[in-house]
């Protein structure tokens, strides 16, 4: 619109950067989704490996976002 306003899926009014933001971001969300799980690789690999690695914490959060993008949770 002229106004450089565009409506969301709920009908909402967004602003065009903000749109094309979006859209760029759901764009590269596949690619996104596979280096979130290569890092939850090299975590769990590095998880206890040596005594300074502990990387429990961080491979639970790693774990919770992949199982919600997964559709495992709510």
Do not use: W
């Amino acid at each position: 619109d002229a106004l450089g306003l565009e409506r969301n899926k709920h009908g909402d009014y967004v602003e065009g950067e903000t749109a094309q933001a979006n859209a760029r971001l759901i764009a590269s969300a596949p690619e996104l989704l596979e280096m979130c799980k290569l890092f939850e690789d090299c975590m769990a690999n590095l998880d206890g490996a040596s005594e300074p690695f502990d990387t429990s914490y961080e491979l639970s959060k790693v774990r919770a976002v992949l199982a919600k993008v997964e559709g495992e949770t709510e």
